[in-house]
C-alpha cells in the first residue's frame, strides 16, 4: 500500500540504513586475514576457506566472485596460476594470480565438491546448478569476521584467567584504556582494576 509524504507516520520511519555503515568495507589487514584463515581451519569448514581464498587473490567483486565456474581456475586437472573473469559491472576482463594457499584451498574444496567444468565453483546449497547468492556471500564475510573477534576475544579471556595480568592483556589487545579491556572482556571491573593495580609486566 505504502504511505502518503503527508501522513502523520512519515517523521517516524526510520531509513533502512539509519546508523549503518554504508559504502566500501574498509579492506582487511595481514593479520586479520590470517587470523580468518586460522578460524576457518579450527572449524573445518573447506569451502569457506577456498571462497575465502579466492576473494582475497582475485580482488573481484561479490557478483563475480560467485559466479566463477569450475573451468575459471582448474586446467588440465590443475588449478591454474592465473584466471580470467569478465567483470559484471564493466564487460571487461580482469586477470589476476592465484597464489599457493588459494590454490591448495580450491583443490581441497573442488575434490569434496566434484563437478565438470562448467559447474559453478561454489554451488546453492539448495539448488546446485546455481551459484551462492551475492547475500549469502555476504553473510558468510561477516560471519567469518564475527568469527576472528569472538577468536580473539576468547584468547584474551584464556590469557587474563591463566595469568591474572590485565595489562599485559590491555597491551596484547592495543587498547589505550584499561577500562576498556575490562569492559572488552566483560570481568567484574572493580576486582580487575585492584588486580591490575598490583600487577606488574
Known sequence: MGLSEFDPAIPARVSWNAGRKVGPKRALKPRQIGAVRFFLDQNRRIRDRALFDLAIDSKLRGCDLVKMKIGDIVCDRKIRNRATVVQQKTGR???FELMDDARASLLKWLELRSGSLEDFVFPSRTNHTAHISTRQYARLFNE???????????????????????RAVQILL???????????????VEDALVLAEGTEI
Do not use: F
Open 144 to 166: 567469518w569476521v564475527t568469527g576472528i573477534v569472538a577468536l580473539r576475544r576468547a584468547k584474551a579471556s584464556i590469557i587474563y584467567k591463566a595469568t591474572g595480568n590485565l
Open 93 to 95: 576482463p580482469v586477470q
Open 174 to 188: 592495543g587498547h589505550t584504556k584499561i577500562e576498556s579491556t575490562v569492559r572488552y572482556l566483560g570481568v567484574d
